[in-house]
């Protein structure tokens, strides 16, 4: 028994003894023979460094993984050291076949060599088969490759040769694997030549969009007994030609570990050990694909019927709503549209009725995207402008993919229609989709003429009326005289405020300068207290940036440069002899004492002169260049039609440091009206949120979203809706300045303290102090939504989400369109990593851009 060890280690140590000075590191793999889809060691072993590859060769068949694993051993033996320097390089084949290692360029501590080349087989891994079971078909055992009992297939569930444009189409992606086989997989990954959009199963499988839940089941085939995982999933076509469509998947396999074999046959001490290493996961990727799918166009659409989009097999139905109908007021038409096929192509058509208003449709889609059976309807809502009977004749189409032709529903009524007593509150009015504000103001001033002509008189008040003095001055010459002095003192009061404000918003230099006298005091103090060990010190870190801010120099500037440029000779002796100190230590306290006086004498001369002096430069900073174009200009050149010199305008009049609403709000005008939506709906977030309770722009915004098929704002359905819209109706300074009120409301309260009983004092504390917690509830709450800098809006139409920060990477099937909400996760100077949903990928920083915060960036995007 002994012998067989002692031989075993001389095998272990044979490696070593081949190393010779032709060729310092020793080539061998493991295993060999190799087995296919499986690494293969490559092992390069030396006595003095780790040998290193320098250049791996291209072999077909031959994937190279990246990487290697190093080790390092000593040993002392007799007093002899032995150094095994080992590099581990791993391969993998992918075919059955003979390879060759061609000589391999190899360095060793600074050395290089080529090595011989090598040849190895790979053979296909081979499982058993057990005896059949069941009554199949009669298998009895045997061995199979790993193709024969790991792969996949894509089963359409359809019979048709070729489809239509627009068309879903439903597939199921299934993996058999043996049932004997210990197998995990993982989520598909779905991908087309760029001409197939997947169907969208994020709402109930947030781990993988483009497929449903598996199910699992068994089947056999030829014999044998397979486990099958089935993934649903679904496409539609958007070009017309031949389609192909690849599906994979990462499986990982658990196989028994190859081992060495014992060199007993009796002894299983090598094998009692290895109780946890007998096996190993290798990866094997799966894959199936779909190709020669024809695709077909659908035919031009004819006839006056509305296409709604809509590819598949359809049922449509038409309503309206209640009558009575009456001008003025508002009818609801609605399209109720169920069927099978996909509701992602549907599009609301534009209706054209004759004596009728129209305004924009709302489409409402089915919460269950995946389900068999898809919902949607379009409601359009009308205004009848004559009273009169009226026949309302509409038809509407969709395209059948099993008949290949258009299907048509034809809507035709007739109601009649009453004279309205007035225009319904409830009509929201949206430009540029309908008639315009002008045409509806003008039409509800028609509709009030008309009136007034039938009842000339309103009839009596049934209230006595307020009594007043007379002559009327009396009634209100108190709050006369006291509104006569506070408002111009308040104008003046506040233009002062503002004009000095401009001043310092417009020259920082002015702000330093100001600064560093309001700092004189306190820098002369610690000046006059400073010791004398720490004299040199204060005089480079107080005096010499307070005289950097007086002359206006910039930050930093070194005390040699400063002496320079100082007129006052005292000052700068003082500054060269406080620099030369430094470096030469050791001076008298004397000398520091009197150039301590002298110094502070100076400087406080040198204040008052530098105070006259920029009494004048204050001046001067204040003058303000009149602008070129004045708002009238900008209202006509936007009257014009020139929207982007008002733009321009628009643009140029929004400060950074304290935007107008109004100026966001028309230069979001100029962007709608040049139909780039994105940036108008950018525009329009701004302003709401520095005028949150502005329905102008709210309703404004709302026309944008309802361009961009976004959810527009509207009545709260819900308590949660009710809470965030109060929250978001004032500003968070708005909320700061509440809590301040009610701390002072608590102040007042706890005045009267003594007054109070105990029971009275607490209730009327209770009522600020729930004050205080809501506003700042609302304003921590308004800081991670409404007001958070992270959320930002794509500006441009179809842009692609790329894998990793370069136009080169993987990019995703689906673009995001303009207008859609994304949140910013990171940014890198050209790059953002956003999140849509479940999505999250880079895109260019110029796609986007933030809802708030970064005026500097927004401004210069625009």
């Not at 060793?108 to 069941?134: C, H």
């Not at 197998?183 to 449903?212: H, L, R």
């Not at 096996?279 to 296409?307: D, M």
Request: with cysteine; proline share 6%; charged share 25%.
């Amino acid at each position: 028994m002994f012998a067989k060890y002692m031989t075993a280690f001389l095998i272990l140590l044979a490696p070593l003894s081949r190393l010779s000075a032709e060729n310092p590191a020793e080539i061998s793999l493991y295993p060999n023979p190799a087995i296919v889809g499986e690494p293969v060691q490559l092992r390069l072993v030396s006595s003095s460094d780790h040998p290193l590859i320098k250049q791996f060769p291209e072999i077909e068949n031959i994937s190279w993984l990246k990487g290697s694993n190093t080790s390092l051993s000593t040993s002392i033996i007799n007093y002899k050291k032995t150094v095994q320097a080992e590099t581990v390089y791993s391969l993998i084949p992918a075919k059955e076949g003979t390879y060759t290692i061609p000589s391999l360029v190899i360095s060793v501590g600074g050395k290089t060599f080529e090595s011989e080349p090598m040849e190895f087989k790979a053979y296909e891994r081979k499982f058993r088969i057990a005896p059949d079971e069941g009554g199949g078909s009669g298998k009895d055992g045997g061995t199979a490759g790993l193709d024969d009992l790991v792969f996949a297939k894509i089963l359409l569930f359809s019979d048709k040769k070729s489809f239509y444009v627009g068309e879903e189409i439903n597939f199921e992606f299934r993996i058999y694997k043996y049932h004997e086989i210990n197998m995990q997989i993982t989520w598909p990954s779905a991908s087309s030549d760029g001409s197939a959009v997947f169907k969208d199963y994020s709402k109930i499988n947030k781990e993988c969009s483009n497929f449903g839940g598996p199910r699992q089941f068994q089947e056999e085939i030829k014999g044998r007994l397979f486990d099958v995982f089935a993934f649903p999933s679904a496409f539609r076509a958007i070009a017309d030609g031949e389609i192909s469509l690849n599906v994979a998947d990462e499986c990982q396999i658990r196989v028994p570990r190859q081992r060495r074999k014992s060199l007993d046959d009796d002894d299983d001490f090598f094998g009692m050990m290895d109780p946890f290493n007998r096996f190993k996961t290798i990866n094997r990727p799966v894959s199936a694909q779909l190709k020669g799918l024809e695709i077909k166009p659908i035919p031009p659409h004819g006839g006056k019927a509305l296409f709604t989009g809509l590819t598949g097999e359809w049922k449509m139905s038409g309503q309206l709503s209640k009558p009575p109908y009456k001008t003025g007021e508002p009818i609801t038409l609605s399209l109720n549209v169920d069927g099978i096929g996909t509701v992602e192509t549907l599009k609301a058509p534009e209706l054209k009725l004759e004596k009728f208003r129209v305004y924009p449709p709302e489409v409402e889609k089915g919460a269950n995207t995946t389900a068999a059976v898809q919902r949607a309807t379009i409601r359009y809502v009308i205004i009848p402008l004559k009273e009169g009977k009226d026949n309302i004749d509409i038809d509407f189409s969709t395209f059948s993919t099993e008949k290949g032709k258009y299907e048509t529903l034809n809507f035709k009524k007739e109601i009649t229609v009453k004279k309205g007593e007035g225009t319904s509150s409830q009509i929201q009015v949206y430009a540029d989709s309908g008639p315009s504000l002008g045409e509806a103001s003008s039409a509800q001033a028609q509709q009030g003429k008309q009136k007034k002509s039938m009842n000339t008189i309103f009839y009596l008040k049934k209230n006595d009326g307020a009594q007043l003095d007379v002559p009327l001055w009396k009634n209100n010459i108190i709050m006369v005289i006291i509104l006569l002095i506070s408002a111009p003192l308040m104008v003046l009061l506040n233009e002062l405020r503002m004009a000095r404000n401009a001043k310092f918003n417009s020259d920082p230099l002015l702000c330093r300068k100001l600064d560093a006298i309001a700092g004189k005091g306190k820098m002369l103090k610690k000046l006059k207290n400073a010791e004398d060990a720490d004299f040199e010190h204060v005089v480079l870190t107080d005096v010499v940036p307070y005289l950097n801010d007086l002359k206006g120099l910039p930050p930093g500037t070194s005390a040699s440069e400063l002496v320079e440029k100082i007129e006052n000779e005292d000052i700068a002796s003082s500054l060269r002899t406080a620099g030369h100190m430094r470096y030469m230590p050791g001076g008298s306290s004397t000398d520091k004492k009197e150039m301590k006086k002298k110094l502070l004498a100076a400087l406080k001369s040198y204040a008052v002169v530098a105070l006259l002096m920029l009494a004048g430069f204050s001046v001067q900073a204040g003058e303000v260049k009149k602008s070129a174009v004045n708002l009238d200009e900008a209202i006509a050149a936007y009257d014009k039609g020139e929207l982007e010199k008002a733009a321009a305008f628009f643009t140029s009049r929004i400060n950074t440091s304290s935007p107008s609403p109004v100026m966001l709000y028309n230069l979001g005008n100029c962007y709608s009206r040049q139909s780039d939506y994105p940036r108008a709906l950018v525009c329009y977030e701004r302003a709401l949120r520095l005028e949150p309770r502005d329905t102008d722009i709210q309703e404004n915004l709302n026309f944008v979203k309802r361009k961009l098929f976004l959810p527009i704002a509207g009545p709260a359905q819900n308590p949660q809706e009710l809470i965030v819209a109060i929250r978001d109706s004032l500003r968070p300074d708005n909320w700061l300045m509440l809590a301040a009120l009610c701390w002072a409301a608590c102040g007042i309260v706890l005045l009267f303290r003594k007054r109070l009983s105990t029971s009275r004092l607490v209730a009327a504390l209770a009522i600020p102090t729930a004050g205080i917690i809501i506003a700042l509830a609302a304003i921590l709450s308004q800081q991670s939504g409404t007001y958070n800098p992270e959320n930002a809006v794509i500006i441009k139409s179809s842009t692609p989400l790329y894998v990793l920060p370069s136009e080169n990477a993987e990019a995703s099937d689906i673009p995001l369109k303009g207008g859609e909400d994304v949140k910013i996760i990171e940014q890198r100077l050209d790059w953002a990593r956003v999140r849509s949903g479940n999505v999250e990928g880079w895109i260019p920083s110029n796609a986007l851009t933030r809802l708030w915060g970064d005026w500097n960036g927004f401004l210069k995007e625009e």
